[in-house]
């Protein structure tokens, strides 16, 4: 089936620094992506969300990305901070079905 | 402060007991979603419900259980059928019967021995 899925398991980056995260998606019906953010232990938190009409999203510190020709999607943040070590996943929806989740990104921040 | 409670944080269990996990909102959200994550990957639905006294299988709701009994609340059970029950369990929540802009509580995990 279609489904969510992540270029690099793992990413470290040295404080300061900006992050790249990225995710491949297969599903051209899809209309509608979101980053989120998951520290060990913890439930998900939403960080921003993009539909399927933009190409660009911009938040505090983090940018999404969206490229359909290629079905490619990435999380950029900005001075990356130790804070920000954590669990990225990417999930997508087509329609009213529900939430596909990628496998995740762990970044991990080099002080 | 309002936002979505699990409890306990942490669960031991027998195997062969059914077991509930509690999942309470004060978000006023009407729907209301089960997942279960596994070590290095991503969030599987389990159960979700977008109204009271309605709910609906998810991709792998076999071995589980859910009531929707009041807007806030939707314990998931875990019975002796599941065949590998140690996860971490997530409960989510959003406004409309939407799967957008979920609100994820804390997590349990369960461990089954």
Redesign the interface.
Known sequence: GES?GLHL?TLSVQEGDNSIINCAYSNSASD?F?WYKQES??????II?IRSNMDKRQGQRVTVLLNKTVKHLSLQIAATQPGDSAVY?CAE?AG????V????TRLSVIA | DGGITQSPKYLFRKEGQNVTLSCEQNLNHDAMYWYRQDP??????IY?SQIVNDFQK??IAEGYSVSREKKESFPLTVTSAQKNPTAFY?C?SSMGP??????????T?LTVT
Request: hydrophobic share 35%; net charge positive.
């Open positions: 969510v398991p509608y979101i232990g913890k439930g998900p938190q939403f969300d996943f929806i009213n079905t529900p939430l989740f990628g496998k995740g | 290095g990957q991503g969030l599987r639905l979700y998810g991709d997530l989510a939407t799967w957008l802009e979920q609100y994820f509580g804390p997590g995990r």
